[in-house]
Every structure is written in C-alpha cells, then in structure tokens.
C-alpha cells in the first residue's frame, strides 16, 4: 500500500489544453513526509531467458508466431530487455524474406524501427514503396526521423503530382517537414494558399511551410486572413500556420489580428507565435482574451502576463486565479509563487491572493490559501478557520492543510472544536471523504502543535474501527506519536503495538495503520514494544512500508543504524513464448 497522498485536483486532471500538471506546493499530508516512509519500490524486470524462443518464433511457419514474436521483442525492449538489440540479424533475414505476410513485414518493421536499427532504412524503403499505404505510415515516419536521403526525392515527386493518394501525400509533407528540405517550399506553399484544395492537405502544407521558412510569408498570410466570414476558417488557419516562425513587425501584425479571431483554433494558433515573439501585443488584447470561452485562449494571455512581470501583470493573473480551468489555475498559481521570490514582485503577489481570500469563489479561495500558505502568512490563519465551514471540499481541505501547515497556536482550541464535530458524524459513517482529509490536515496540526488536550479525542481512533477511514485513524495515530514524543504511555504503547502486530484474522489491520502506529511507537521511545517491531521490520529485502517504519521507529528506540533495503526486481510473466523454469 502506498503511503503517499496528493489532494491536488489540477495535478490528477489530463493536461488537456496543453498545460502542464503543476509541480511546485501540493496539498500533501505531513505524516507522509515526517519521517520519509520510502522503502525500495519494486521494479519491473524482462528476463532475457525467453528470448531465443522468441528468436526462434521469427523463423516458425506459422505467420502468427512470427508477428507475435516481433511485437513481443518491441515490447520487451521498451521494459528494458536491452538484450533485445541481438534479434536484429534476425529481424532482417525475416524482413528480407520473399513472401511475407503484410502483417509480419509491419511488425518486423516496427520492431526494426524501435531498435534504432538505422542499417535497415535501405530495406525498409524498399519494403515502403512496394506496399501498401499503411505500412509506408509504420516506415516513412522513421526514415525522415534519421533523415534518410533516398527518400526526399520520392516525397518532393509526390508533391508534384495531383495524383498522389492523400495518405501519401501526408507522409511526404511531413516526411519533407522534419528534414528540413527547403526546396519543397515553393510547393508546399502552392499547396497551402490553394482555395480549391482539400482543407486538411492545406492545413498540412502551412504548417510544413511555417517549419521551414522564417520570413516571406506574410503577403499571402494578409490575404488569407483578410477573409472573416465562416467560410474562411481554413483560410485564416492557414494565414496563422504560415507565419509561425516569422517575427517581422508585419508579420505579427497579422497575426495580431488573427489573435482575436472568433474561432479559437485561429486564436490559439497566432498567440502560441506571439507568446514567443512579442507577448506584449498579447498583454494589450488580454482584456478581451481572457473573456474567451476557449481554455487555450486563456492560458496563452495568462502565460503573456507571466512573461510581462509587472506588478499590473500580478494583479491580472490574480483574477485568472479563478478561471474555470484548472490546469490554467495551477499554472498561474506557480508562476505567481515564482514571482515573489522577487522583492518588487512580492507585495503584488500578496495583494493579489488576498483580494481572492476575502472573496466567496471556491476557485479563487483555494488557489489563494495555497498561495499565502506558501508565503507563510500567518495572519490569514482566522480566515482559514472561517473557511472550514465552506460549502466546497476544495476550499475547506485546503483551510484544513493550511492551519496545518501555518501551525498557529492560537487556532487549535478552534480546530479542536472542529475535530471533536468531525468525529461525531465518523463514528456514525456520516463523513464524506473530503471529510476525512479535512480531519487529517486538523489531527495532523494538533500533533505537530503538540496539543495535549487533543489526546482523548484521537485516541479513540486506536482501537480497529471498520467504521472509521484508515487513513483518519493513520493521522491520528501519528498525531498522538507527536503529542507524547519521547513521553511514552504503557496502555497507549500496547494498543500501538497491538495495531502492528495485527496480520491475521479475516480483517486485518491496514497497513497505513500499521505503519503509523510504528512511528508513534518510535517517537514515544517505547521500549516495551520492540519485541513486536523487530517481529515485523523485515529486511534486507523487503520494500514494505510498515516494516520500514519498524525499523525506523527501532533506530529511534535504541539507535540501532537504520535497516538496509534492497529494491527487488519483479520479473514481467505472461509473454507469449516463455521459457519454463
């Protein structure tokens, strides 16, 4: 059981707009970190045992065997067989051999290609140009990747002739795109301006063209963009694709222009270019950009202030604190963190989030409690214990980690009253689960406070409770650890050492359990429990959590140097052909 917890919504959420996950402060639990319980993470290993079998499958009669075993070589190579490399003579006399069904010369390609086995490409342009368009989309891709020159000649040809299937077409303009040949320029271009051409061909010569070329676009950009009615989107699409790379002041004005679009595909397209050439013209439009209903739209302007730093650009950026999108908040977040590590900067950001904190959007109010908890401004501690109460879970969690992690003395009695509310609706399987990680923040900052008057409370959450969440009781256990820290209390020590040594029966006990009431054990310096916590401290081998934190809580018990543990390696089973051992 993994022990590690993150309550950060913006970080679980897929990057969908192309921001990526935050990864500066976390909504993380203290008990986690305090001590580090981090043993050994087992590891996925290939045995290269079963590799001459499938070696051997490359040559079978049966066309099933020899694709498999491709395909299992690909896969094997990615979990780290490195031994793989040694099927490549194989590989090639398969590939070389007359007759092959379509679908083993594809696998055997795409296994060749994952090799990096680069002495092939003759063999695999080959085998692209006699077969069909679908294995030309395995081949053709990895030959402009190592720039293999016999094949531009056969792209640059499809370009000239309308005859060419579309999905050839395709592969020759991306093909002439990653290798840079400039000399393709003249009729990609043709390809892109064409109004009379299908819109996806267009669209994929511009963006060849914007690739390759830094300058001498913009007439036919003006011109393309010029044209603002429904029926232009792929004309203005195109106008944006052409210029990416041109950073004349004609050129952006353009794509200034084409920054306002109405269509967002437009929009983000021009912005992604300006972002890189000159934000400022983004900073002069942001008003009406970030009302954009389009989430891209609104991190590119948010990303233009980011880049402007200015006190104006802090006060702009706390207002997309609250923007719907919560990979933009996290990402505004951090860079407002960012900028107050810079003397100027600081009093901005402050007032920024505090203007977000004394208003009711649950938005705003969470990434304002993380901002100013970053900060450690204690003063905002009354106004954390206010929101306790919120209607949201993600603001009243992110009080709840903030009281905890400001750790202001003057509040426990407050949080106490709130702990003592939260367990009445536990003990009745009334609490929700953000509940429960509400309590845990509040159990957390009571220990660390070591707040003796919290110590009836959570020791009613030592005894096995299937009512109660086990992550609840591990934050309790940890907190009363920290309550009597070097204060060891026999009946408490038991019961610890009781939940440690609770392996068997049909319920046994959780292992974040387990575990903190290991470490509980080990802050209390309770000698009368380590019998029980070298029963169960394993080692050398054993990457368990509760065993590590035995042996951490002997160290502190006795000094006893920390037990050494060894990553294992689990070995990957179920391939197709294995060797029986």
């Not at 045995?47 to 051997?56: H, V």
């Not at 009379?196 to 511009?206: H, P």
């Not at 009615?229 to 084409?258: F, I, K, M, N």
């Not at 949080?415 to 609490?431: A, G, I, P, Y």
Request: hydrophobic share 50%.
């Amino acid at each position: 059981m993994a022990l590690r917890r993150v309550v950060s919504v913006a970080a679980l959420l897929p990057a969908l707009i192309g921001v990526a996950p935050a990864r500066g402060i976390e909504i993380e639990y203290a008990r986690f970190k305090d001590p580090e319980i981090d043993p050994p993470r087992p590891v996925l290993g290939v045995s290269p045992a079963s590799l001459p079998l499938w070696l051997q499958a490359l040559e079978a009669s049966e066309m099933d065997l020899r694709r498999e075993a491709a395909d299992t070589l690909v896969e094997a190579y990615r979990q780290g067989l490195s031994e793989a490399k040694q099927a490549e003579p194989a590989l090639l006399k398969a590939l070389a051999a007359p007759g092959q069904h379509p679908l083993v010369v594809a696998a055997v390609a795409r296994a060749l290609i994952a090799l990096d086995c680069r002495h092939a490409a003759d063999s695999l342009w080959a085998h692209a140009q006699r077969g069909s368009s679908e294995l030309a989309q395995v081949i053709e891709p990895a030959l402009a990747q190592w720039d293999y020159r016999p094949a531009r000649s056969v792209w640059l040809q499809r370009l000239a002739n309308r005859e060419t299937p579309r999905g050839l077409l395709f592969l020759a303009i991306e093909g002439l795109a990653n290798v840079g040949e400039q000399s393709a320029v003249p009729t990609l271009k043709a390809l892109a301006v064409d109004r009379t051409g299908d819109a996806a061909v267009r669209l994929a010569a511009a963006r060849a063209v914007g690739r390759l070329t830094s300058a001498g676009q913009e007439s036919d950009a003006r011109r393309l963009a010029a044209d603002r009615t429904p029926q232009g989107l792929t004309d203005r699409l195109v106008a944006a694709w052409l210029l990416r790379r041109h950073s004349a002041s004609s050129a952006l004005a353009v794509l200034e222009d084409l920054a306002q679009d109405p269509e967002p595909a437009v929009a983000a397209v021009a912005l992604q270019r300006l972002l890189e050439a000159d934000f400022a013209r983004i900073v002069r439009l942001s008003d009406k950009l970030l009302a954009s209903p389009d989430a891209r739209v609104r991190q590119l302007t948010a990303q233009a202030w980011v880049a402007e730093r200015t006190p104006q650009a802090v006060s702009q950026l706390g207002v997309v604190l609250d923007d719907p999108h919560p990979g933009i908040r996290a990402h505004v977040r951090e860079s407002l963190l960012d900028m107050a590590s810079q003397p100027a900067l600081r009093p901005a950001v402050l007032e920024a989030a505090r203007r977000q904190l004394a208003g009711r959007s649950w938005r705003g109010l969470e990434q304002a409690v993380m901002i100013l908890v970053a900060l450690e401004q204690k003063d905002i501690a009354d106004r954390l214990v206010e929101l306790l109460d919120f209607e949201r879970p993600e603001v009243f969690v992110a009080a709840a980690w903030g009281l905890r992690r400001l750790a202001v003395p003057a509040t426990s009695q407050r949080v106490l009253t709130k702990l003592e509310k939260l367990r009445d609706l536990q003990m009745v399987d009334r609490s929700t689960a953000e509940q429960d990680r509400q309590f845990s923040h509040l159990a957390e900052m009571l220990g660390l406070l070591r707040v003796g008057e919290a110590e009836p409370l959570l020791r009613q959450y030592v005894p096995k409770n299937i009512v109660l969440s086990p992550s609840v009781r591990g934050a309790a256990i940890w907190a009363l650890g920290h309550i009597r820290a070097d204060k060891p209390e026999p009946e408490l020590a038991r019961q610890l050492a009781e939940r440690v040594a609770d392996v068997m029966g049909i319920l046994p006990e959780a292992a974040e359990v387990r575990a903190m009431s290991a470490i509980a054990l080990g802050r209390m310096k309770a000698r009368e429990a380590l019998p029980v916590l070298r029963k169960f401290s394993g080692g050398p081998t054993v990457a368990e959590a509760t065993q590590y934190a035995c042996g951490w809580a002997i160290h502190c018990i006795t000094g006893e140097p920390m037990p050494t543990f060894i990553t294992p390696v689990l070995k990957r089973r179920g391939w197709f052909l294995e060797r029986l051992e």
